[in-house]
DNA sequence: GCCAGCATGTAAGGAGTTACATGATTAT
DNA sequence: ATAATCATGTAACTCCTTACATGCTGGC
């Protein structure tokens, strides 16, 4: 019984949450108050290497770090718009984050790369289909890349904001990489190589 | 009305299926006969690029492709074994798989990289911990690559697996450059870098 | 006049997981 | 002895998504 006490002494065993969770505990962590809307923009920025959690997760996912102890929060009026709820992150809500950066086991990057599963399956693609779907990932990637590039601009030098920029960094040098690797087969692809029929 | 119809046309319309589904389906594209037990065996070479089912949603993607009318079985017994049901792709599912690879709408890769939003986080690591997080990943890289190594061997230059084969050359490529650039990051994490407390 | 942005939330459902159950055979 | 392999399947659950509902403000 109880698998979940990783380490046993005086820390009280907590939930073990998904990574959304921890994600969105993460941005409270760098001290402002935000609405869910704010988080989800904020969120927005992940999509580069992790996905970006539905508006209406983002909700819920506060409601739950609430129930935990981990978020507090106040209503907040508005003239002429709906009420704005704000979040804030509680020191037990600060510990519970730093336990999963610090101790919780790391899971292997998960990987759907749905033009590769294609490719994988190309015998049965009509002539052509192939070195049009290779044609069409490089240039997505080209704008995500563009994408992530503007975003690295806007970070800048922020000390506050260091490890967000060494993560734009590795996604560039990722993406970089990407659209390298993936010209390689596309050059395997003659026009007639893709079985016919 | 009808928003899925995606060529009018003499064709007809067919349900929207997860990639899992056509996965499967694919597999059985190749023309054996197979059980969802040897099923599960050749999907753990998806987990390269994309992830690998459960046993337990391979059965069931088989269940619904079954009642689709692209898949059909037929039950054999063995001595002391519970008997096994063989699955073999119908001409419709052959046409479905191809309208799937040559017509069908191409969702971005999605990537959860979860040492990446650790790193992302980093302000808030102990000391060390981030150097930590990037040595064991370029560790866990590096096994995953090899074992791929072994898959790509294992396929040599048969021309049926040609196309796995390339997303194997890719997948090499790609793991090779994941674990140089993963290094960059790393070259910049010196002890004191992450923030005491 | 219409659309985008701000702001929150519910409902319904699909995708995918783990854990469990069963039971013979072969290898260590 | 006991574990792994073969072989299938159910139950219960979590994660996450889309679609919808509401309603004001500001810009084109």
Known sequence: MSNR???GRSEASRPVLPNTSYAVLGFLAFGAELSGYELRQWALN???FYWSPAQSQIYGELRRLEALGYVSSREVEQKGR???RLHRITDAGRQAFQGWLNEAPVEPPVLKHSVAL????GHLARPGRLAELMDEYVAA???LMAELGEVRQ????????????????????YYSAEIDTAKRPAGRLMP???APQ
Chains 1, 2 share one sequence.
């Open 5 to 7: 006490h990783r380490r």
């Open 46 to 48: 992940l999509r580069f």
């Open 82 to 84: 709906p009420d704005k």
């Open 118 to 121: 294609r490719l994988f399956f």
């Open 141 to 143: 990637t080209r704008r």
């Open 154 to 173: 806007s970070i800048g030098q922020d000390p506050l904001f260091r490890y967000p920029g060494l993560v734009a960094d590795w996604g560039e040098a």
């Open 192 to 194: 007639g190589d893709s």
